[in-house]
């Protein structure tokens, strides 16, 4: 297993490429940090007067207590992978801000295809894909004030350098990296530029356009729609086919028998 330090092979992020790589967009601020316990914990609590006009970019080269959906752990490896966040203040905010989820998916799948070559895909309702494991996740907040949202706060991890041995073994299967699938190091740098420049470009589209075209794109890059799925939710796990996604994101399935369900969160199988 790889060490745990920066090294030759694995040295820190060099934060003026990034600030090069994105100059002049709406990245006003960009934060970067050794080692935070979450990068959308830190985002969440930063004051308002702190944040600029349009977004801004928390990124961290480990995570103590980094988060996945639904309370689970984000493993963060030093070094190795990408932790960041990006916020969305309240000006930039669209009417429907729970789409950011599935526009940061197909950001960062785009990414992903332009700086590797991968053919990523996106699994309902924020995964990305590679050969069926997991090579990236998003997770998606809202902090609220004065009962509407005042930041949207857009979680994005994505497995860079990973070798194997570094994921828990219960996750090897299902688990993967830019490098287990080329077998080269990738360009954390190149990324997360890539990652911000898509972030921007459909934020802009979704901005300008509504949600038409980050839905039609989410569609086109979905693994999940016209498979047969099993969703775990709660109280209860529904099975069928994954017939479509609603204006607001949703996930419609449609059961051997009974009525079409629509499904707001849950954790999708995709069987074979």
């Given at each position: 297993m790889a060490?745990?330090?920066?090294?030759?092979?694995?040295?820190?992020?060099?934060?003026d490429v990034i600030q090069a790589g994105i100059r002049g967009g709406i990245w006003?601020?960009?934060?970067?940090?050794?080692?935070?316990?979450?990068?959308?914990?830190r985002g969440l609590a930063l004051p308002a007067s702190d944040l600029p006009d349009q977004g801004a970019v928390l990124i961290a080269e480990s995570q103590t207590s980094g988060r996945g959906r639904r309370g689970r752990n984000w493993i963060s490896t030093?070094?190795?992978?990408?932790?960041?966040?990006?916020?969305?203040?309240s000006a930039a905010l669209p009417d429907d801000a729970t789409l950011l989820s599935?526009?940061?998916?197909?950001?960062?799948?785009?990414?992903?295809?332009?700086?590797?070559?991968?053919?990523?895909?996106?699994?309902?309702?924020?995964?990305?894909?590679?050969?069926?494991?997991?090579?990236?996740?998003?997770?998606?907040?809202?902090?609220?004030?004065?009962?509407r949202p005042g930041r949207a706060v857009i979680g994005i991890g994505i497995n860079v350098n990973s070798e194997a041995g570094d994921f828990p073994e219960e996750l090897r299967e299902v688990a993967t990296s830019v490098r287990v699938e080329t077998g080269d190091m990738g360009s954390r740098e190149g990324i997360i530029?890539?990652?911000l420049k898509q972030l921007e470009a459909w934020h802009g589209r979704?901005?300008?356009?509504?949600?038409?075209?980050?839905?039609?794109?989410?569609?086109?890059?979905?693994?999940?729609?016209g498979k047969k799925v099993r969703?775990?939710?709660?109280?209860?796990v529904v099975s069928g086919i994954a017939e479509a996604i609603d204006e607001g994101g949703m996930l419609i399935v449609r059961p051997r028998s009974g009525e079409s369900r629509r499904i707001s969160a849950g954790d999708v199988t995709e069987l074979r």
């Open positions: 060490s745990n330090g920066p090294d030759s092979h694995f040295p820190p992020l060099s934060s006003e601020r960009l934060l970067f940090f050794d080692s935070v316990d979450s990068t959308n914990q030093p070094y190795r992978n990408i932790y960041l966040s990006a916020i969305f203040s599935l526009l940061a998916a197909v950001s960062g799948a785009w990414a992903l295809r332009i700086t590797t070559g991968l053919e990523v895909r996106v699994k309902w309702p924020n995964d990305l894909m590679v050969n069926n494991r997991k090579i990236g996740g998003i997770l998606s907040e809202l902090r609220f004030g004065s009962g530029i890539e990652v979704l901005m300008a356009e509504g949600g038409t075209p980050v839905l039609k794109e989410w569609k086109r890059l979905s693994s999940t729609l969703v775990a939710l709660a109280d209860e």
